[in-house]
């Protein structure tokens, strides 16, 4: 089945700067992925998806990158301000299955 | 929010206790789902109900018991729990023919 790794789990910015997680997954068929954003005392909530016809996709301050062959993708978010600060979750899914396998989660923290 | 609601938001019992856990979305889905989400571990999907159908059981232990009644409401009963169970339930539905995952805001579960 599917493997969904994340890296780093903490990453702590200044406010301003670039923030990039990455999520590699190991199956080839896997067709959807999305990333979400989970505040304190919240549920997780979808902030950017891609789907594998597409390479790039881009929201305001937030993008996301995909590159099929090598099987990862990333999220990135340019200017970050203190509200950013959340955990951040990517997924996997694809291949027949609705099924949603997700990375173990990054907390990012936006430093004033 | 999401269209996604989720009552109790939190919940203590013992574990000779049964209790429900119960979610409602608004958003007109055909698909909804009960993950689990633990400290320092993924979340980790347990049941996947598409058309008021149960499509995926994750290795449940029987103690959890999904009910959907219709396409708007998922019920989570819950039995003999374990302290290791204590956990954030989180809820959420989808379209049967998209991937895009709307999350409800979980219920904080205490087993005692």
């Given at each position: 089945?599917?493997?969904?790794?994340?890296?780093?789990?903490?990453?702590?910015?200044?406010?301003?700067?670039?923030?990039?997680?990455?999520?590699?997954?190991?199956?080839?068929?896997?067709?959807?992925?999305?990333?979400?954003?989970?505040?304190?005392?919240?549920g997780?909530?979808?902030?950017?998806?891609?789907?594998?016809?597409?390479?790039?996709?881009?929201?305001?301050?937030?993008?996301?990158?995909?590159?099929?062959?090598?099987?990862?993708?990333?999220?990135?978010?340019?200017?970050?301000?203190?509200?950013?600060?959340?955990?951040?979750?990517?997924?996997?899914?694809?291949?027949?299955?609705?099924?949603?396998?997700?990375?173990?989660?990054?907390?990012?923290?936006?430093?004033? | 929010?999401t269209g996604v609601t989720q009552t109790p938001r939190h919940l203590?019992m013992?574990?000779?206790?049964k209790k429900s856990l119960k979610c409602e979305q608004h958003?007109?889905?055909?698909?909804m789902y009960w993950y689990?989400?633990?400290?320092?571990?993924?979340?980790?999907?347990m049941f996947?109900y598409?058309?008021e159908?149960?499509?995926?059981?994750?290795?449940?232990?029987?103690?959890f018991s999904p009910e959907c009644p219709n396409s708007s409401h998922l019920f989570l009963h819950l039995h003999?729990?374990?302290?290791?169970?204590?956990?954030l339930y989180l809820c959420a539905s989808?379209?049967?023919?998209?991937?895009?995952?709307?999350f409800g805001p979980g219920t904080r579960l205490?087993?005692?």
């Amino acid at each position: 089945g599917e493997n969904v790794e994340q890296h780093p789990s903490t990453l702590s910015v200044q406010e301003g700067d670039s923030a990039v997680i990455k999520c590699t997954y190991s199956d080839s068929a896997s067709n959807y992925f999305p990333w979400y954003k989970q505040e304190l005392g919240k549920g997780p909530q979808l902030i950017i998806d891609i789907r594998s016809n597409v390479g790039e996709k881009k929201d305001q301050r937030i993008a996301v990158t995909l590159n099929k062959t090598a099987k990862h993708f990333s999220l990135h978010i340019t200017e970050t301000q203190p509200e950013d600060s959340a955990v951040y979750f990517c997924a996997a899914s694809g291949g027949g299955s609705e099924k949603l396998v997700f990375g173990k989660g990054t907390k990012l923290t936006v430093n004033p | 929010e999401t269209g996604v609601t989720q009552t109790p938001r939190h919940l203590v019992m013992g574990m000779t206790n049964k209790k429900s856990l119960k979610c409602e979305q608004h958003l007109g889905h055909n698909a909804m789902y009960w993950y689990k989400q633990s400290a320092k571990k993924p979340l980790e999907l347990m049941f996947v109900y598409s058309l008021e159908e149960r499509v995926e059981n994750n290795s449940v232990p029987s103690r959890f018991s999904p009910e959907c009644p219709n396409s708007s409401h998922l019920f989570l009963h819950l039995h003999t729990l374990q302290p290791e169970d204590s956990a954030l339930y989180l809820c959420a539905s989808s379209r049967g023919d998209h991937n895009e995952q709307f999350f409800g805001p979980g219920t904080r579960l205490t087993v005692l």
